[in-house]
């Protein structure tokens, strides 16, 4: 018995192709209930998704709608309303899908048979696919970051350690382990983090299947994309400091804690982050204007390229993008080390949670759907104009027009303008005074904040 759940929240652009998706997975309907937890706060969306789940309900599939009245603690807060249905007792796992995701139609026969026979396993995670990772350099810098995120940091953790962070989405959980460790809390921004933790602590194990993908989109606008950042760097620090004395309290082993406390948790969240903002932001521009400062060229040079060239290994289309990349991710490292002094010290802006912006970008599921629409007249009002950069689907959609008629306008980040201004100034005094090696790097750096800073990385979204 298995329960499908997309908790959304104003997902116009989305959400038919998402509960299309759900709608068609191939898994007896009697066996299988879709929650439609719809958070939005815009009384149009709400009605398109009530007549969407109505089509579905037609048709026969077991699909209900829910909507809050009292909406606290953003997604965490609609997971934990749903789980709290007098029906969830007849089930024995939940799917969990975010409303842009497009799961293929036998997801649930590749991952629910894991669970037989694996009474301590929690969790099934699966691989995230991107139906826009070529769109523009933006979503291309982003598909080098995640191919290493899930080749890499999930599925050694995976095999070595039965332990990972779950990704919020495209993941199947034991109800009985949800219940066992509590449930959904609505103390961070990422509570697909914390009920992870917390189910590992309780001595649950997890599965990754890196070979089980499912579609998604990549924020295609850099205002979308630093948004998303800034909360999945802000509440992994916000966990941290709510769990920590959980974890060495903890009847894990110690190796175990290690994992939580410096790889989980330290590394990737606040040690790199940190490295790369006071480095190459701060006493890389400073030791131009102080003759007697001087940094080797393999601290600037060596070690950043080799960390770009294993970050790029996952993804090796994606190897001439590798300058870009090592760029940019420098560049984000004042977006993620802010974040990350705001989760730890609980400044305002960490408990900030901005859906981010998506543009219904089209794969398999909607050519399903879109077939079936041909073929049904009670469909056939419902329009399906997407677009995508997957081969032979562009044939098919057309993208959606701005109906707004307002146009688009490229915002001004000052944070990055005011460090392109000190990284060029200080390219100029690295000329002067011929640092060489030194000189390319704070320049290109310097352009990299500057096109930043300009918006001009990524479409630009009114």
């Not at 709290?84 to 590749?110: H, N, R, S, T």
């Not at 990422?190 to 602590?201: F, N, P, T, Y």
């Not at 994606?318 to 730890?344: C, D, R, W």
Request: some cysteine; aromatic content about 12%; overall charge positive.
């Amino acid at each position: 018995m298995v329960m499908v759940q997309i908790p959304m929240c104003n997902e116009k652009e989305v959400y038919q192709q998402s509960i299309a998706a759900v709608c068609i997975l191939d898994w007896p309907r009697e066996k299988m209930l879709v929650q439609i937890l719809d958070d939005s706060d815009d009384l149009e969306v709400q009605q398109l998704i009530k007549a969407e789940v109505q089509k579905w309900q037609q048709r026969g599939v077991r699909i209900v709608y829910r909507h809050r009245l009292i909406r606290t603690g953003y997604k965490a807060g609609n997971l934990k309303s749903a789980m709290g249905c007098d029906y969830v007792k007849d089930y024995e796992f939940v799917a969990i899908f975010d409303a842009d995701f497009q799961p293929a139609p036998d997801f649930l026969k590749k991952t629910i048979p894991y669970f037989k026979g694996n009474d301590d396993l929690a969790l099934v995670q699966t691989r995230w696919a991107f139906v826009n990772k070529d769109e523009n350099l933006l979503t291309r810098l982003q598909n080098i970051n995640l191919s290493f995120h899930f080749e890499v940091e999930q599925q050694v953790n995976g095999v070595f350690i039965n332990f990972f962070g779950f990704n919020g989405t495209a993941g199947v959980w034991r109800i009985k382990a949800l219940e066992d460790c509590g449930g959904w809390l609505e103390r961070t921004t990422v509570e697909d983090m914390d009920i992870a933790v917390r189910a590992h602590l309780c001595g649950w194990k997890f599965i990754y299947l890196n070979d089980v993908k499912c579609l998604c989109e990549l924020p295609e606008s850099y205002e979308a994309y630093k948004k998303q950042q800034h909360r999945w760097h802000s509440g992994p620090m916000q966990l941290f400091r709510l769990c920590f004395f959980d974890v060495i309290k903890s009847k894990v082993s110690v190796a175990k804690k290690a994992n939580l406390i410096f790889l989980f948790f330290l590394l990737r969240k606040l040690i790199l982050p940190f490295y790369s903002f006071t480095l190459f932001c701060i006493i890389l521009p400073l030791t131009m204007f102080l003759p007697e400062a001087q940094l080797p060229a393999w601290v600037v040079c060596y070690v950043p390229g080799i960390m770009s060239i294993l970050n790029i290994l996952p993804a090796p289309r994606s190897f001439p993008f590798i300058v870009p990349y090592l760029l940019f991710e420098n560049t984000m490292s004042v977006t993620k080390f802010n974040a990350m002094i705001s989760g730890l010290f609980k400044f305002g802006s960490s408990y900030e949670w901005i859906v981010t912006k998506k543009l219904g970008r089209s794969s398999e599921a909607d050519l399903v759907s879109y077939a079936e629409k041909e073929t049904d007249p009670m469909l056939q009002s419902g329009n399906l104009q997407r677009s995508s950069s997957e081969p032979g689907i562009a044939e098919l959609t057309k993208p959606v027009p701005n109906k707004t008629g307002k146009s688009r306008r490229n915002r001004l980040y000052r944070k990055e303008l005011a460090l392109a201004f000190i990284l060029l100034t200080a390219a100029v005094r690295s000329l002067l005074s011929a640092q060489g090696i030194h000189f390319y790097f704070l320049l290109f750096q310097g352009v990299s904040f500057l096109v930043v800073g300009l918006d001009l990385i990524g479409e630009q979204v009114s």
